[in-house]
């Protein structure tokens, strides 16, 4: 995991972050990445899955502290420009509310002129949002138990 470090906070003119209770839909977030400079625009989805290590997940529910997690997307493309100067767009939006098995959490785009920038910015986004995003989500189980969870907690591909 790498730690963030203090860069300016200011995103590309064209990126887009959001926290929100609307459905997500990948190809609007793939619109907001897409660029005439690109030659790769990388998307990334976290759907509810059925499970967590063997249990069964019927529904899991979000929660965000908005301004913070909005402020560590902010620095997450800050990083990324910094790593990846070429990179044109970056766009982060988070579901919160409660999600059934199946539904969209997450989703990360990154558009740039090469898919090997696009990749890798876009597995660093997730894996810092996951690590750093004042977000937390509370698994509901198929036995009628829930347990609240801080996303940045995760040890393991949560």
Request: with cysteine; charged share 15%.
């Amino acid at each position: 995991m790498k730690t963030l470090v203090n860069l300016p906070t200011k995103p590309g003119a064209e990126d887009s972050f959001a926290i929100t209770l609307a459905p997500l839909l990948p190809e609007e977030i793939y619109t907001a990445a897409q660029d005439l400079g690109n030659g790769a625009v990388v998307l990334m989805s976290g759907v509810v899955r059925n499970q967590t290590d063997g249990k069964p997940v019927v529904a899991l529910e979000y929660q965000a502290y908005e301004p913070m997690a909005l402020q560590v997307f902010y620095q997450i493309a800050a990083h990324i420009r910094h790593q990846w100067s070429n990179v044109n767009r970056v766009v982060i939006h988070h579901r919160i509310g409660k999600l059934r098995v199946g539904e969209i959490s997450v989703l990360v785009a990154v558009g740039s002129p090469h898919r090997g920038e696009a990749f890798a910015a876009c597995q660093y986004a997730i894996d810092t949002l996951k690590h750093h995003a004042p977000i937390w989500k509370k698994e509901y189980w198929q036995d009628g138990s829930s347990s609240w969870v801080s996303i940045g907690l995760c040890q393991q591909e949560c």
